[in-house]
């Protein structure tokens, strides 16, 4: 027979944890929703504009729980150029190549090309990493998951056309989120720092590259609508500031494999959020194809089995258990 500790309350009286589902949908919401932000903002600002507000406005939130929490930013040189690296790969370059990307397709289609991240991320870790190994699970799921992509480009149609080059344009962000996986996995794992700290330092260097690139390679808009402005500060406050909460709090309370999950919703917010609110228009080879592709991401990925304490190394949400947690904090998903 066993007693309860000295002093602890009975189970009975303890109170139960607060519950994941509102915040794991919630982060399914703020992440899908990141395709429709783009389309707005994309109306008035360039590419490399839309990249450089939601950097500076996700930064913000960020550096204020940091300072609230006492933490500290890295000091070692080395790890500032590998961060400024991880910035480049999983900031920088993909959000701005979505931005191009909302010129030429549909926002719902952004996010169905999105959902390769996983398959890519998968492919560059097994080429870049020692400790990664093929399976025919992942082999196979890697061989649904691009059918899955040739499907969604409706190969049988031929390439041409501004919607190839815009999913071609959203793709290329998506295999800078795959190569940034294995790059952070390997040089900016065990700094000793916490997962809010790499996440800010990150986001601090990468706002630090387009405050000085974009004024270089483009002009001042003519006009910025409320709406626009709000479109920005939506992509950096929520899809960066609010979801890195709402990611860790569904970490804490059901685990990795759980918070891994939310990848596969995303496409599915960002299809309805394009058609419902923006009145966009899809084929039927598009959500089909999307479909597939998540269905080989999940193959081929491999979700963690066991329960993950947020802040652990390795315990990557969204789906990417390979890339360190702080690089996925870092990059709002799309």
Do not use: K
């Not at 691009?146 to 480009?153: E, M």
């Not at 939310?262 to 039927?284: D, K, N, Q, R």
Request: include cysteine; aromatic fraction near 6%.
């Amino acid at each position: 027979m066993t007693t309860a500790a000295a002093g602890a309350p009975p189970a009975a009286d303890r109170p139960a944890p607060p519950a994941w589902q509102p915040r794991f949908l919630l982060l399914a919401l703020v992440w899908g929703l990141s395709f429709l932000f783009i389309d707005i903002a994309a109306e008035v600002l360039a590419p490399l504009q839309v990249a450089f507000g939601r950097m500076a406005t996700g930064l913000l939130p960020l550096a204020v729980i940091l300072l609230l929490r006492r933490g500290r930013l890295p000091r070692s040189p080395r790890v500032w150029l590998h961060l400024t690296v991880a910035a480049l790969l999983l900031n920088v370059v993909p959000f701005t190549l979505f931005g191009h990307a909302a010129t030429a397709i549909p926002s719902a289609l952004s996010g169905i090309c999105n959902a390769a991240t996983p398959l890519f991320a998968v492919v560059f870790s097994l080429l870049l990493l020692r400790d990664e190994r093929p399976t025919r699970m992942r082999v196979a799921g890697l061989a649904t998951g691009f059918a899955g992509v040739l499907v969604v480009f409706g190969v049988w149609r031929g390439f041409a056309g501004a919607d190839t080059a815009g999913m071609l344009l959203a793709v290329g962000a998506t295999v800078c989120y795959g190569i940034g996986t294995p790059y952070v996995r390997r040089h900016l794992t065990g700094t000793g720092h916490t997962t809010l700290e790499m996440a800010t330092a990150q986001l601090l260097a990468g706002t630090a590259v387009l405050a000085v690139v974009t004024p270089l390679f483009t002009d001042a808009p003519a006009r910025l609508p409320w709406e626009v402005l709000a479109a920005v500060t939506a992509l950096g406050a929520l899809g960066t500031g609010l979801a890195y909460v709402l990611q860790y709090a569904v970490i804490a309370a059901a685990g990795a494999t759980v918070a891994a999950t939310v990848t596969y919703v995303i496409p599915v917010v960002a299809i309805a959020a394009g058609v419902l609110l923006l009145g966009e228009s899809l084929t039927w080879n598009e959500p089909v194809g999307a479909a597939v592709v998540v269905v080989g991401a999940a193959l081929s990925h491999g979700l963690p089995r066991r329960r993950t304490a947020p802040g652990a190394a390795g315990a990557a949400p969204a789906g990417q258990s390979s890339r360190s947690a702080s690089s996925a904090a870092a990059r709002s998903s799309g």
